[in-house]
């Protein structure tokens, strides 16, 4: 883990604050890119599970509404392999990857 993560960050020599991320804001282009993942209109690109998009009339679609849930730790290990592009600086935060984006 980062140190300065851990320790806060020193505004002065009194003075250190503590950090406190509990969710990211980001609109659907920026969340892909900061979580290393597949954009929304990708085949496996729902954020929230892992359903598999279909190509119907040039766009892809969600039929099934009752597929398995990500979970941080499995997004954590890589195990979305047809989600994952990349791996996401944001891993070193040890955050929810998944319950933390709103």
Known sequence: ?????????????????KIVCRS???????????KGVKGHNACYG?????????Y???KVVFPN????LRTDENFCSGQYK?????????????IGLVSSFR
Request: proline fraction near 5%; include cysteine.
């Open 24 to 34: 990211f804001c980001c609109d659907t282009p920026a969340r892909s890119f900061v």
């Open 46 to 54: 729902c954020d929230k599970c892992c359903v598999k998009g279909d």
């Open 65 to 68: 509404n009752n597929a398995e």
């Open 1 to 17: 883990m980062i140190p300065y993560l851990c320790n806060g960050v020193k505004v002065s020599e009194e003075v250190t604050l």
């Open 56 to 58: 119907i009339h040039n």
């Open 82 to 94: 047809d989600y994952h592009k990349e791996a996401s600086p944001l891993l070193e935060l040890e």
